[in-house]
């Protein structure tokens, strides 16, 4: 993946619309592909640390099946936690919100980080919080005169509230500590929401004392 990157930066290789993507080009893209990344990571790991120090072939299967066994419950827990969140997407639960929010009256800080937060809770993903509430409230943001800068910190800060068991971060977590549903919502989704608020506060803090 970093022989793609620096490729991309220095060559500029790929496909435009006046050129088509040579065969290094091809190759380069092929090598980078995170799977194809992960897939030669894991056949030179077999040779230098198995064959390379003369295991034998059924040694190293059986340490290719423990290492399976310690991540698939957590692939599967994560990869469940993102398609529920891409039903709520492709269900429409993004469009509901900001047509709830769009004719607020309230501070554009506040609400960016409330649409976010609510998008989170909703859809799970910080990501699309994030980028859905900037959508939502860039219009409002010439009108009111708030600092760009200030409504991202505000975003990106509602969007890491209330994560639960929609985020697949939220599994990720419980898997990694070895906690219960309830355990990991006292602790993670508690902890994320701090994090939300005081990120809220200082904002505020910061538009008061500069405008």
Do not use: C
Request: proline fraction near 2%; avoid cysteine.
């Amino acid at each position: 993946m970093a022989i793609t990157t620096i490729y991309k930066m220095t060559v500029d290789g790929g496909a435009t619309p006046t050129k088509n993507a040579s065969m290094l080009d091809q190759i380069v893209a092929l090598i980078g592909d995170p799977a194809i990344a992960m897939l030669i990571s894991l056949i030179v790991a077999m040779f230098t640390m198995g064959w390379g120090r003369k295991r034998k072939t059924a040694d190293i299967m059986a340490t290719l099946e423990n290492a399976v066994k310690s991540i698939a419950m957590l692939l599967l827990v994560i990869g469940g936690g993102g398609a529920f969140k891409q039903v709520l997407i492709d269900g429409g639960v993004g469009k509901e919100v900001a047509k709830i929010f769009i004719d607020s009256n309230m501070s554009p800080l506040v609400l960016g980080w409330l649409v976010a937060v609510v998008l989170r809770v909703a859809l799970g993903s910080a990501t699309v919080a994030s980028l859905t509430a900037a959508g939502i409230v860039a219009p409002l943001m010439a009108q009111a005169g708030v600092d760009p800068a200030l409504m991202v910190l505000a975003i990106g800060a509602g969007s890491l509230a209330a994560s639960h068991v929609n985020d697949a971060g939220f599994w990720m977590f419980r898997e990694y500590f070895d906690l219960t549903v309830k355990q990991t919502l006292s602790i993670w989704t508690v902890l994320e929401t701090v994090i939300a608020v005081v990120g809220l506060v200082i904002v505020l803090l910061l538009n008061m004392a500069f405008h």
